[in-house]
């Protein structure tokens, strides 16, 4: 049987009109957590209130319609600080949750790989341990006040231990986690040494990234790969949480990896964007960036403004994007699809294979622009270079004459530059 929870906001006038979303959002989150909204209170106020987040009177408003509701849980649409947290559960005597808590138990659930499940312990115990007072508040508080821990009552020492556990859990994450990231850089300069192109997809949770990425398995991976390639595609929020990275082989050496990233989403909680930092180092060192945007939701450019805000946060905001407009079948306005407007966007429904193909198309050019045709001429006893050409460019034709092979290719101009002294200077 699913928990019956209360949501509360409060609209101070500073989110210009993206309040209603926010709660219809919230809605969502408890949802995702397998919880059932009985209620919705929501209070207009100039300023959140600091010590209670609402109003005294709105207090006991929510306290006795969590009652009529039989309401277990009573969950807030903003981070509550450490005192507010300890002051409304000693006011409504039932468990309080907010918005980040919510939005990490989301993340606890769908975590699958060793790196998400670090970072979102971590994340959470370092937000749980300055609001631990709170936590414990119904523990018993009895002795003296000295410094001595021996003195002190049953609620403050567990609480004294509970921190240090905390902090020297936290302590060993970090470590964990610092070794698993050496592990990427490693993979990633192998992958720089190999110079396939990173194209990374971000976007809002649940706008079609994973789909798009399933979609590309589906066209472009061996029949035996497929299954075992794909990632979880659900239409719900946060449906996919750990970074994926897979080779897309479109043939004749113009492969790219194709990174789908955790969705961001409305008031994504700073210190959750910090933790998983390392997994969304793919989007750092992406060549391209493709914003995924589902253009059938009626808030689609406010959920455009926060991707645009955590990409900042990121440092990334300067990188080449394209923005796909993915759903396009279900707009109420009919849009034609596939179809680009101008270099920088296009709209697709990711569910349609000639959409695939036509993204696929656009990804090739912007990611092989830096790209040129030569014609080498290789000595027989260079062979390592003839190898490394016909492993990295895109090969026209090769004839083996004389004095060596001759090689035509589409390659990277750094590679033109590397074996310039090859080129084949007819004229």
Same mark, same amino acid.
């Given at each position: 049987m699913r928990e019956q929870v209360l949501l509360v906001g409060v609209d101070d006038g500073t989110t210009d009109g993206d309040f209603e979303r926010s709660m219809e959002e919230l809605k969502s989150l408890a949802k995702a957590c397998f919880m059932e909204p009985v209620g919705i209170i929501t209070q207009k106020m100039e300023s959140i209130n600091k010590g209670l987040y609402v109003g005294t009177g709105k207090v006991r408003e929510i306290k006795e319609t969590a009652g009529l509701l039989e309401a277990e849980v009573i969950i807030f649409d903003d981070a509550l600080s450490p005192s507010q947290l300890k002051n409304l559960q000693k006011e409504l005597n039932k468990p309080v949750l907010d918005r980040t808590t919510l939005i990490l138990d989301i993340f606890e659930r769908r975590a699958r790989t060793r790196e998400a499940k670090l970072q979102v312990e971590s994340a959470k115990l370092k937000y749980m341990l300055p609001r631990l007072v709170g936590m414990h508040e119904a523990l018993t508080r009895q002795g003296g006040t000295s410094g001595s821990m021996s003195s002190r009552g049953a609620g403050e020492k567990k609480l004294e231990l509970d921190k240090r556990r905390i902090e020297r859990r936290i302590g060993e994450l970090s470590r964990e986690l610092e070794e698993v990231s050496k592990e990427r850089r490693v993979q990633r300069k192998k992958r720089v040494d190999a110079r396939i192109?990173?194209?990374?997809?971000?976007? !809002?949770?649940?706008?079609?990234?994973?789909?798009?990425?399933?979609?590309?398995?589906?066209? !472009?991976?061996?029949?035996? +790969?497929?299954?075992?390639?794909? #990632?979880?595609?659900?239409?719900?929020?946060?449906?996919?949480?750990?970074?994926?990275?897979?080779?897309?082989?479109?043939?004749?050496?113009?492969?790219?990896?194709?990174?789908?990233? #955790?969705?961001?989403?409305?008031?994504?909680?700073?210190?959750?964007?910090?933790?998983?930092?390392?997994?969304?180092?793919?989007? +750092?060192?992406?060549?391209?960036?493709?914003? #995924? #945007?589902?253009?059938?939701?009626?808030?689609?450019? +406010?959920?455009?403004?926060?991707?645009?805000?955590?990409?900042? +946060?990121?440092?990334?905001?300067?990188?080449p994007v394209i923005t796909v407009y993915n759903k396009a079948d279900k707009c109420s306005e009919p849009i034609p699809f596939p179809q680009s407007s101008g270099k920088e966007k296009i709209y697709i429904s990711a569910k349609e294979k000639k959409s695939i193909a036509f993204l696929t198309s656009i990804i090739l050019d912007r990611i092989y622009a830096d790209y040129v045709w030569e014609e080498f001429m290789i000595p027989y006893d260079k062979g390592s270079v003839l190898s490394y050409f016909m492993d990295h460019a895109h090969v026209d034709s090769l004839e083996h004459e004389e004095k060596g092979a001759r090689i035509k290719v589409k390659c990277h101009k750094a590679d033109r530059d590397k074996y310039r002294e090859y080129l084949d200077e007819k004229d």
């Open positions: 192109p990173l194209v990374a997809l971000v976007g !809002y949770t649940n706008a079609g990234k994973s789909t798009i990425l399933n979609a590309m398995i589906d066209a !472009y991976a061996e029949d035996n +790969e497929k299954n075992e390639k794909k #990632v979880l595609e659900k239409d719900m929020l946060f449906a996919t949480l750990d970074t994926t990275v897979r080779r897309i082989c479109t043939g004749n050496n113009r492969d790219f990896l194709l990174s789908d990233t #955790v969705g961001f989403i409305h008031k994504l909680p700073h210190g959750l964007v910090k933790a998983f930092h390392s997994t969304l180092e793919e989007v +750092e060192n992406a060549d391209l960036l493709l914003h #995924v #945007v589902d253009c059938s939701d009626p808030c689609f450019r +406010e959920h455009m403004q926060t991707t645009h805000q955590t990409l900042s +946060e990121l440092n990334v905001g300067d990188k």
